[in-house]
């Protein structure tokens, strides 16, 4: 079973430019997530999708940071303008549903620094 | 909220020895409970979860866990450490909604784990 696929796995842009991350979860997979891990620090939720629809975003900056979902299975995490601190490691993730317990599967993440 | 607290922010073990990772976690209701690892430039790992019953749980690798709600903690255990275990263990506590599901995990800062030969 292939796994959660991000790219790109790096990007490095100055400040105010933008970025676009891209997320293909695991087939069958209802549930994706965007989790933003800053060095030093555990993930933290950005938003989360079931289907085509946001469950909660309620920690997306939304000023800078927008994502979809638009058909239910790949989804776009883009950063307009980006800032200093938006340097991190952008996860995606996914799970079969939102079921307790339901095992949350991660990809690799795309590592951006801002400059 | 929910929130977790993993106390020690680096950890060194020898090779052989044997391992405690700590955390602890605040929630209202019973935790569902995980532990993950993360290695250099790698995503993360599900190393195991509690979720209800036994409390002690058993996971890939030779981990396990115990959890004990007196304590609000659910520590990380590993008899003998190897050389391939040293990575970044985050500790996690998955939040319900009154559905039933759940609302995705929120994770420690992680405890960085050194192997000393």
């Known amino acids: 079973e292939a796994g959660v696929a991000q790219s790109p796995r790096y990007k490095i842009i100055e400040k105010r430019q933008s970025v676009a991350f891209w997320c293909n979860p695991i087939?069958?997979?209802?549930?994706l997530y965007w989790y933003q891990q800053i060095l030093g620090q555990g993930p933290k939720l950005l938003i989360q999708?079931?289907?085509?629809?946001?469950?909660?975003d309620s920690q997306l900056p939304k000023d800078r940071f927008s994502a979809e979902r638009l058909k239910g299975v790949d989804s776009t995490l883009k950063i307009q303008p980006a800032k200093l601190e938006d340097s991190a490691v952008y996860l995606c993730?996914?799970?079969?549903?939102?079921?307790?317990?339901?095992?949350?599967?991660f990809g690799e993440g795309s590592w951006l620094t801002v400059v | 909220a929910q929130s977790v607290t993993q106390p020690d922010i680096h950890i060194t073990v020898s090779e052989g020895a044997s391992l405690e990772l700590r955390c602890n976690y605040s929630y209202g209701a019973t935790p569902y409970l995980f532990w993950y690892v993360q290695s250099p430039g790698q995503g993360l790992q599900l190393l195991l979860k509690?979720?209800?019953?036994?409390?002690l749980v058993q996971g890939i690798k030779g981990f396990e866990a115990e959890f004990k709600r007196s304590q609000s903690s659910f520590n990380l255990r590993k008899p003998s450490v190897h050389w391939s275990d040293a990575a970044e263990y985050f500790c996690?506590?998955?939040?319900?909604?009154?559905?039933?599901?759940?609302?995705?995990?929120?994770f420690g800062k992680g405890t960085h784990l050194i192997i000393q030969p």
């Open positions: 999708f079931q289907n085509n629809g946001v469950v909660d």
């Open positions: 509690y979720f209800s019953g036994d409390t």
């Open positions: 993730a996914s799970s079969r549903n939102r079921g307790a317990g339901d095992t949350i599967y």
């Open positions: 996690a506590v998955e939040a319900m909604y009154s559905g039933g599901g759940a609302d995705g995990l929120t």
């Open positions: 087939s069958g997979h209802a549930t």
